[in-house]
């Protein structure tokens, strides 16, 4: 069975506030360590009342301080909105401190609408259309420092800081195979691509220094419960999330519904169009087994990096439980 991952939005909950989301993904991190997932991802959104990881870096060195062994990184630093430069030295230090556990995966979406992605880069000489050259730059600062090198990532240079491409197009997959990079593909809100973006980046990957051979990591929202009808249920909160996206009308996370097929139907969606959601894995035990072995039969990644955007903690953390627990059934491993 492939390895398990998680990707944290530290997810701020309709009535409460970023301190405890920051608890809150602390706690899963844990968790995560304690039932052997590979890595804890958190990811950069801005002007987004729902997604508390904005300062992605600062987070990260939260959750890294607080676990002793699982690999923490970025899922994904929006490089557009920074200069490459601090991101190597944000990741530079990020690595000194926690040596062999940082990862760094780089997008090129702004996380954010074009309002804020303005005041994000005020002088707008970060642009998505350079993004392959800041990429290239980005690595560069990781080498060893040459003789009469002028700019210098201090800390950064000559740490190995694993770098992953990210993408929720074929773009990112042309880069990842181009560069000879690890890719992760944002099946777990983008899922129209994904088969395409799979295809390219393993019929066109390049060996490369940093990658021998591809290496695929797939998204994917997983809402575990006891019963299914509990998981359903759960899966509410994510449902209106991208319903309120939609609208024009982002969030807080919002606590689970009994009436979703209404507020779908109300929105001119059906109760089984998903969309953005269509390959989440929602259910009990049984369900997401079988969920989880269909998805790594079907699409074969080397890993798989689940999501849970679950209003109620200690539910959200059971869910990572009942997905562990799923995976090793599958490996044939004791629970």
């Known amino acids: 069975m492939v390895a398990l991952s998680v990707l944290d939005l530290s997810p701020i909950l309709e009535g409460s506030d970023a301190a405890q989301s920051f608890r809150n993904s602390l706690d899963l991190a844990r968790h995560a360590e304690r039932l052997g997932y590979r890595r804890f991802w958190l990811a950069e959104h801005h002007n987004m009342p729902g997604v508390a990881s ?24 929006m490089l557009p909105n920074h200069a490459p430069l601090v991101i190597a030295e944000q990741f530079g230090t990020l690595a000194s401190l926690f040596p062999g556990r940082i990862d760094l995966g780089v997008g090129r979406a702004p996380g954010t609408d074009q309002m804020t992605a303005r005041a994000l880069r005020r002088t707008l000489v970060g642009d998505v259309d350079r993004f392959p050259q800041d990429v290239v730059e980005l690595m560069a600062y990781f080498e060893p420092a040459q003789p009469n090198q002028l700019v210098r990532a201090v800390p950064g240079a000559g740490l190995d800081v694993p770098i992953w491409m990210l993408g929720s197009s074929t773009f990112g997959a042309e880069l990842a195979a181009l560069l000879g990079l690890p890719y992760a593909f944002a099946s777990h809100f983008a899922p129209a691509q994904m088969e395409q973006a799979i295809e390219i980046y393993r019929s066109k990957f390049r060996p490369s220094p940093r990658q021998a051979e591809p290496y695929l990591m797939l998204g ?17 909160s994510l449902q209106q999330a991208f319903l309120n996206l939609r609208t024009g009308r982002p969030s ?20 089984g169009e998903q969309g953005a959601l269509a390959k989440a894995v929602v259910g009990g035990p049984e369900t997401v087994r079988e969920g989880l072995r269909a998805f790594v039969e079907t699409y074969r990644p080397d890993e798989v990096i689940v999501t849970a955007q679950i209003y109620d903690h200690a539910a959200r953390v059971r869910s990572f439980e009942i997905a562990a627990e799923a995976t090793k059934a599958l490996a044939g491993e004791p629970a």
């Open 54 to 77: 904005a300062a992605t870096a600062v987070v990260i060195g939260h959750v890294a301080a607080g676990t002793s062994t699982i690999r923490v990184g970025a899922g994904g630093i």
């Open 220 to 236: 994917l929202n997983v809402v575990a419960a006891e019963t299914d009808a509990e998981a359903r249920r759960l899966f509410t």
């Open 252 to 271: 807080p996370l919002p606590p689970p519904v009994d009436d979703m097929d209404e507020r779908l139907a109300a929105a001119g969606l059906s109760p």
